[in-house]
């Protein structure tokens, strides 16, 4: 296991007893490099969207068991919020939630000599995606093809 996974994993742990306390859900958690800062960003929602009082309340909560805690070697900075509208499809959670609803797809490299593309997310399982195209057509995608999967945004 990496850091990073190992890192993500414990902070995840910490935060499930505060989640379940306020009644929230542990969306994901990320342990990332950006520039040279690292980042432990938390990402949580709950029925009816996540306010800015709630995330100080797990930031306020979390910080303190980091604290208590600290496992983490780097300095990092520390950032609880929600995953937002266009929140990627990591987990089963995710893709159940989801099914019937428009996704976006993004591959790695071009299919048809396409990249994105959009359907109802039909089927899924741990290796595939599959979508009912607007022209009616079923489209199945290998995971390890998926750069990126979310729900679509209308605007």
Same mark, same amino acid.
Not at 30 to 44: N, S
């Given at each position: 296991?990496?850091?990073?996974?190992?890192?993500?994993?414990?902070?995840?742990?910490?935060?499930?007893?505060?989640?379940?306390?306020?009644?929230?859900?542990?969306?994901?958690?990320?342990?990332?490099?950006?520039?040279?800062?690292?980042?432990?960003?938390?990402?949580?929602?709950?029925?009816?969207?996540?306010?800015?009082?709630?995330? /100080? *309340?797990? +930031?306020?909560?979390? $910080?303190?068991? #980091?604290?208590? =805690?600290?496992?983490?070697?780097? &300095?990092?900075?520390? /950032? *609880?919020? +929600?995953?937002?509208? $266009?929140?990627? #499809?990591?987990? =089963?959670?995710?893709?159940?939630? &989801?099914?019937?609803? /428009? *996704?976006?797809?993004?591959?790695?490299?071009?299919?048809?000599?396409?990249?994105?593309?959009?359907?109802?997310?039909?089927?899924?399982?741990?290796?595939?995606?599959?979508?009912?195209?607007?022209?009616?057509?079923?489209?199945?995608?290998?995971?390890?093809?998926?750069?990126?999967?979310?729900?679509?945004?209308?605007?």
């Amino acid at each position: 296991m990496s850091k990073k996974e190992e890192y993500e994993l414990k902070s995840e742990r910490l935060l499930q007893p505060i989640m379940d306390e306020h009644k929230f859900e542990l969306v994901d958690v990320e342990y990332v490099k950006e520039g040279a800062t690292w980042y432990l960003r938390a990402y949580v929602d709950k029925e009816g969207g996540i306010t800015i009082d709630d995330c /100080e *309340v797990v +930031s306020r909560a979390f $910080g303190k068991k #980091l604290d208590e =805690e600290d496992f983490i070697e780097d &300095s990092y900075i520390m /950032e *609880v919020s +929600s995953p937002g509208l $266009g929140r990627p #499809l990591k987990k =089963e959670k995710d893709f159940k939630r &989801s099914v019937g609803k /428009e *996704v976006e797809i993004r591959t790695y490299r071009a299919i048809e000599r396409q990249k994105e593309f959009y359907g109802l997310l039909n089927a899924y399982d741990e290796n595939s995606v599959t979508i009912l195209t607007g022209e009616g057509n079923t489209r199945t995608f290998d995971k390890k093809d998926i750069a990126l999967i979310r729900l679509a945004l209308d605007f």
